[in-house]
């Protein structure tokens, strides 16, 4: 096994850039699950399925054959061969993403791969299962948190910032609807691993996230 770092937690509290750093530092590969998710998801919407058709994603899930490379060290998310990083960053399909990730056939064909990706590589894995569920040996486990007001800043900047229209108010509504869902869940809901440790990123620069969780490597 190589060594595996997860890092689990609500969405915007800041798990891909510092998962990214991470792996930088470290040498290690990063794995963004949640991409996997939105790949589905993305699946999903172009088959036109609305995220409360559960029995229909759970038949038309079988068609998607997700993968991932990497390219210029960024990690790129194949959808039945398409690259399709370019198109799973919006809302629509991140909503979508958590009204179809509960889906038991859904989760066990994106939680194989991302355990054979883990086990002869060093990793740095985020998500929301990763420590609890896809990953439940791996050396360090933490779970990112941060306010659902200042994960929703986060949000709204990322997005001024693509151009994007948007509004802090609703962003913030649908990170707490999105948290509600994903931890209320039936199966792998987010929830802390028993031996994970917590890390608030309200008010931590990102470098100071970075170095507090590399300090629990150990070496
Ligand atoms: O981290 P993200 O916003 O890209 O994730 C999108 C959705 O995917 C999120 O709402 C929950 C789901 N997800 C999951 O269920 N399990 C994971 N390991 C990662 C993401």
Do not use: W
């Not at 689990?8 to 470290?26: C, N, V």
């Not at 991409?35 to 994603?57: D, G, Q, V």
């Not at 802090?168 to 707490?176: G, P, S």
């Not at 994903?182 to 802390?192: A, F, G, K, V």
């Amino acid at each position: 096994m190589g060594y595996n770092i997860a890092i689990d937690g609500p969405a915007g509290a800041g798990k891909s850039t510092i998962a990214k750093k991470i792996a930088k530092k470290k040498g290690y590969i990063y794995v963004d699950t949640g991409a996997m998710y939105r790949a589905m998801a993305l699946f999903l919407i172009r088959e036109h399925i609305k995220p409360e058709e559960t029995e229909r994603i759970n038949e038309k899930c079988k068609e998607a054959d997700i993968s991932i490379g990497y390219e210029n060290g960024e990690q790129v998310v194949y959808l039945n061969g398409e690259n399709v990083n370019g198109y799973i960053r919006t809302e629509e399909v991140g909503n979508m993403a958590s009204a179809s990730s509960p889906n038991p056939n859904v989760r066990a064909k994106l939680v194989e791969l991302q355990q054979k990706l883990a086990a002869d590589a060093d990793v740095v894995m985020d998500g929301r299962d990763i420590g609890t569920c896809v990953l439940p040996d791996a050396q360090v486990k933490v779970y990112l948190t941060a306010d659902s007001r200042v994960r929703a800043e986060r949000r709204y900047k990322e997005l001024l910032a693509k151009g994007e229209n948007c509004d802090l108010e609703v962003i913030e509504k649908d990170i707490i609807e999105r948290d509600h869902q994903d931890m209320t869940r039936e199966i792998s809901p987010l929830m802390q691993a028993e031996d994970a440790v917590l890390v608030d990123s309200s008010y931590l620069t990102i470098d100071e996230v970075v170095d507090k969780i590399i300090g629990l490597c150990g070496d």
